[in-house]
């Protein structure tokens, strides 16, 4: 399973940005895709969760601010960040998992930066 995420960048307080992750491999048609962040020095913290019916999982932080979605027959996951604000700073990671409560699978992380 491979795990590719795009749409990172540099954008200023107030603004929006969309990521995407696409999935390759076997992955199965239950599964549970997601977001999780890490800003510099701080632990990993889980951002949002969709599973193959579209039942989502949010962090408090980005509650109403942020909207995952998901296209089944594209095994491709979106994040639209709004509102976006600087402490939403981080590497963003797309993840993967099924039965497990923690991802079997993490993809390389896309930087966001939002400068105030």
């Known amino acids: 399973v491979q795990l590719q995420a795009s749409g990172g960048g540099l954008v200023q307080a107030g603004g929006s940005l969309r990521l995407s992750c696409a999935a390759s491999?076997?992955?199965?048609?239950?599964?549970?895709m997601g977001w999780y962040r890490q800003a510099p020095g701080k632990q990993r913290d889980l951002v949002a969760e969709i599973n193959s019916v579209s039942n989502t999982n949010y962090g408090d932080s980005v509650e109403g601010r942020f909207t995952i979605s998901r296209d089944n027959a594209k095994n491709t996951v979106y994040l639209q960040m709004n509102s976006l604000k600087p402490e939403d700073t981080a590497v963003y990671y797309c993840?993967?998992?099924?039965?497990?409560?923690?991802?079997?699978?993490w993809g390389q992380g896309t930087q966001v930066t939002v400068s105030s």
């Open positions: 491999g076997t992955i199965g048609s239950i599964n549970v």
């Open positions: 993840t993967l998992r099924w039965i497990s409560d923690v991802p079997d699978y």
